[in-house]
C-alpha cells in the first residue's frame, strides 16, 4: 500500500472520529479487526480487546453512555507503508460525574485492503481514573524511605 493512501486513510480516520462521526469510521475498519485499548476493562468498559467491527462499534457505543466527547485532536501523524502511529488528545465530561477529562492516546493502526486491519491504543488510564473520580489515587512520588531494594 503506498504511503500517501495509508496517510489518507488514517487522516480519513481521524477526522471521523473528531467529527463524532461513528459511520464513517466504521467504513474505514475491516470487518475482522483486531482492536486493541490497553486498560482496566472493569473500570471503562469500552477499553480492552475487539475482534471485529461489530465489537469495536460496541465499544464506541459503550463511550457515547459513559463520555460526552468535547475534544480530538489529533496532534502528531506519522505513517510508514502501511503502518501509523498518531498521538491523540481527548477531552471529555464524564456524564456520571459531570468532571472534565483530558487525556492523551497513542494508537498505532495497520492497514490493508484500504481499511484499519489492526489498531493498538495506549492511554494513561491511571490518570483517567484519577480525573474521573476527582481525586488522587496515591502519592505521586512513594517516599524513598519506603522503597525497599532486594
Do not use: C
Amino acid at each position: 500500500m503506498a504511503q500517501h493512501t495509508t496517510r489518507a486513510l488514517a487522516e480519513a480516520f481521524y477526522h471521523a472520529s473528531a467529527e463524532r462521526d461513528v459511520e464513517r469510521a466504521m467504513s474505514l475498519i475491516d470487518e475482522n479487526v483486531d482492536w486493541l485499548v490497553q486498560g482496566p476493562v472493569d473500570v471503562f468498559l469500552f477499553l480492552g480487546q475487539r475482534h471485529r467491527r461489530a465489537a469495536v462499534l460496541e465499544g464506541y457505543r459503550e463511550i457515547a453512555r459513559k463520555l460526552e466527547i468535547t475534544g480530538y485532536t489529533l496532534e502528531t501523524l506519522l505513517v510508514d507503508g502501511s503502518r501509523s502511529a498518531a498521538l491523540i488528545r481527548i477531552t471529555a465530561i464524564v456524564r456520571a460525574t459531570g468532571r472534565l477529562m483530558s487525556v492523551r492516546t497513542s494508537q498505532f493502526m495497520r492497514f490493508g485492503g484500504g481499511q484499519i486491519v489492526e489498531m493498538r491504543s495506549v492511554i494513561d488510564t491511571y490518570d483517567m481514573v484519577e480525573q474521573t473520580l476527582g481525586r488522587s489515587l496515591g502519592p505521586a512520588r512513594p517516599d524513598i524511605d519506603q522503597i525497599s531494594v532486594a
